[in-house]
Every structure is written in C-alpha cells, then in structure tokens.
C-alpha cells in the first residue's frame, strides 16, 4: 500500500510540475503613448495616415509594462495609413516590440480646427525577452482644436486581451483527478 501511494504521489509531483511549466508567461498590464502627430491633412477630422510622429513619450503604465518610466521615449513606424495591414515593429519601446496585425478607423469627423477627432483601433503582438508572444488591441486617437504648446496631439494605449484558461492546464487537472480517483480504488480495495 506504502509503494502505490508513494507511486501516485510522485505522479502528481511531476504532473504539476510540467502544469507549471506549461502555464503561458503572458504579457500582462497596459502602456499608453502621447505626444505630436504630423497627419496627411491639417485636421484630425479628414485624416487618413500619420505622416511623421514628433516625441512620442511612456505616459502611464501598469502590469509588466511598469518597468517603463512616463517619458520614456518610443519608436513609432511612420508613414502609417490607419486602415494598414501588418506592420512589424510598429513601436519599441524598452525591451518590448509591437507588431502590427491591422489596424481600422473606427470612427472620425467634427469640424476642422473646432472639434475634429480620428479614432482607430486594431490588433496585435507584443514581444520582450522572458514572456511569451501576447496578443494585445489597441487604440489610437487624434483631436481638433490643437492644444496650446502641443499642436497635433495624440494618444496611443495598448492593453492585454483577456486570455481564456490554457488547455494544458485542463487536461494536466483531469490527470491529477484520474490518479486521485485511482488511488483511492486502491485504498478501499484493500
């Protein structure tokens, strides 16, 4: 009986332990980006690409993201058309690189110079030494009138899609389940 229940106990040891190894090391947190925007017409409100990003800095972090100070710069690919396709590398950032997937304008209008915007969203991978690729959305936003000192404003957040329960994880708590259950056959059966 001592051998059996020392067999199924080491089951379950190496059972988790390969759990553990094969939970995903997700990206986990958000990251936001302001500064200027040059854009292909002088209003936000009939924009279609950013021609040129000027000084596009960290402005709030939070997750895994926090190694990265507000003001930090970040590399943005430019031109960039907000209907694209993929784009890789489209910023870096510290140790994180962004690749495009695609990218739509969600929505944009208002009058020129008074209450223009541009708004669009889209999908992609977010990559950096120690996790694992994690697929993120994102949204980008430009407004009329310009800000005084900061003409040609723009935010750009990104944030973690919520990921559903690994698979490996599921079938490693029915293995622990079946040993358990096997386990305690043998103890009544005695």
């Not at 907000?82 to 739509?104: M, R, Y």
């Amino acid at each position: 009986m001592k051998n059996t229940f020392t067999k199924y106990a080491a089951a379950t040891v190496v059972a988790f332990a390969l759990v553990q190894s094969l939970q995903a090391n997700l990206i986990d947190g958000s990251i936001g980006f302001t500064g200027r925007v040059a854009l292909d017409t002088g209003t936000a409100s009939t924009a279609s690409q950013v021609v040129a990003w000027v000084n596009p800095r960290v402005n709030g972090t939070s997750g895994d993201f926090t190694s990265l100070a507000d003001g930090t710069a970040v590399s943005i690919f430019s031109p960039w058309n907000f209907t694209s396709g993929a784009v890789a590398s489209f910023w870096t950032c510290g140790a994180f690189t962004f690749d495009l997937q695609s990218s739509s304008l969600t929505s944009h209008g208002g009058v020129a110079g008074i209450s223009g915007f541009v708004n669009v969203s889209g999908i992609g991978i977010v990559h950096a030494a120690g996790f694992d690729d994690t697929v993120i959305i994102w949204n980008f936003s430009s407004q009329d009138p310009k800000i005084i000192g900061h003409p040609d404003s723009f935010t750009f957040s990104v944030s973690q899609i919520t990921s559903v329960p690994d698979g490996a994880f599921t079938i490693a708590l029915l293995g622990l389940s079946l040993a358990a259950a096997g386990l305690l056959r043998k103890k009544f059966a005695v």
